[in-house]
């Protein structure tokens, strides 16, 4: 290496061609800009990369089922809502029905008085019907918990076992839903 001599001191010719280059005219985007090098990435990264990509994807997919899910269970509740709406209104109303139907089944010596109460309550039987009343069948008569409730227990070996043997009290559905079970006497063998 060459040295020169100045009246500052000693200079390298290394440091001369620096001072050179800083003379040429500088780019003021190369200026501003750092050079981007790459950086080697570590072994195993993009597999850690790829990896943690597939669970976020599958996060949201889930996410978004779960969203899916939720939006049809709300629309089915709204949509039941409103179809059952009635259905406490029609509850409330049953022992009203029951009354009717016990008031028929007296006898009486005005017929004209009977014959009213009668048509009062075909009217009123209609009217809950078009809402969506139905009475449980008594066609099978056969015990079914789901939609008989025993009040009374008969042991005898007259009926086969869980036998209905009296109804008390009728039961009604409401558009397919029980509203009340049917209270019915019930024949077991023993």
Do not use: W
Not at 30 to 50: D, F, H, Q
Not at 55 to 62: G, S, T, W, Y
Not at 70 to 83: A, I, T
Not at 122 to 151: C, D, M
Request: hydrophobic share 35%; glycine share 4%.
């Amino acid at each position: 290496m060459e040295t020169l001599n100045n009246s500052n001191g000693v200079f390298t010719e290394d440091v001369q061609r620096q001072n050179e280059r800083s003379a040429e005219p500088v780019e003021p985007e190369a200026a501003v800009r750092p050079e981007i090098t790459s950086v080697p990435e570590p072994p195993g990264e993009l597999e850690r990369l790829a990896k943690e990509k597939a669970e976020l994807q599958d996060l949201l997919q889930r996410r978004q089922a779960e969203f899916d899910n939720y939006r049809r269970r709300v629309e089915r509740e709204r949509s039941d809502l409103f179809e059952y709406a009635a259905m406490d209104s029609v509850k409330a109303l049953l022992p009203v029905l029951d009354d009717f139907q016990r008031a028929l089944k007296v006898e009486t010596a005005d017929k004209e008085y009977a014959r009213g109460v009668e048509m009062i309550y075909q009217r009123f039987y209609e009217a809950l019907k078009k809402l969506g009343l139905e009475p449980v069948s008594t066609e099978n008569p056969v015990f079914n918990p789901h939609i008989h409730n025993a009040v009374d227990v008969v042991d005898t070996k007259d009926h086969p076992d869980q036998t209905i043997l009296e109804e008390y009290q009728p039961g009604y559905y409401f558009k397919g839903r029980l509203l009340r079970p049917a209270m019915v006497k019930v024949a077991v063998n023993q």
